[in-house]
Nanobody
Framework: QVQLVESGGGLVQAGGSLRLSCAASGRTFSTYVMGWFRQAPGKEREFVVVISTSGARTYYADSVKGRFTISRDNAKNTVYLQMNSLKPEDTAVYYC????????????????????WGQGTQVTVSS
């Protein structure tokens, strides 16, 4: 069983930055594709970004491309989401996700591709 624990959320003004972290339990972290989804109030959960097992490949939603950066440290069992130039529309609960599937063998933007989810961390961007 894998557990994912997010941290780093908070309140920030528009144009500011935050870095989210997600620590995973287990000894096989480096074999999992990791990513982030988010859910804004009154909206459906949406894909944000995903990173391959080695970190060499990433895939971003258009809405965050150029502003957000995902990275991972396999030695620390942790994935990060650096969020810059934040906008009020980025306000949401951010969820860390994990997939045991191979990079090219599933729809990376679909919630069904991810077997494990964290509890979420709130990000609020004020205007």
């Amino acid at each position: 069983q894998v557990q994912l624990v997010e941290s780093g959320g908070g309140l920030v003004q528009a144009g500011g930055s935050l870095r989210l972290s997600c620590a995973a339990s287990g000894r096989t972290f480096s074999t999992y594709v990791m990513g982030w989804f988010r859910q804004a109030p009154g909206k459906e959960r949406e894909f944000v970004v995903v990173i391959s097992t080695s970190g060499a490949r990433t895939y971003y939603a258009d809405s965050v491309k150029g502003r957000f950066t995902i990275s991972r440290d396999n030695a620390k069992n942790t994935v990060y989401l650096q969020m810059n130039s934040l906008k009020p529309e980025d306000t949401a609960v951010y969820y860390c996700v994990l997939s045991p599937k191979s990079w090219g063998r599933y729809d990376r933007a679909s919630q069904s591709g991810y077997d494990y989810w964290g509890q979420g961390t709130q990000v609020t961007v004020s205007s």
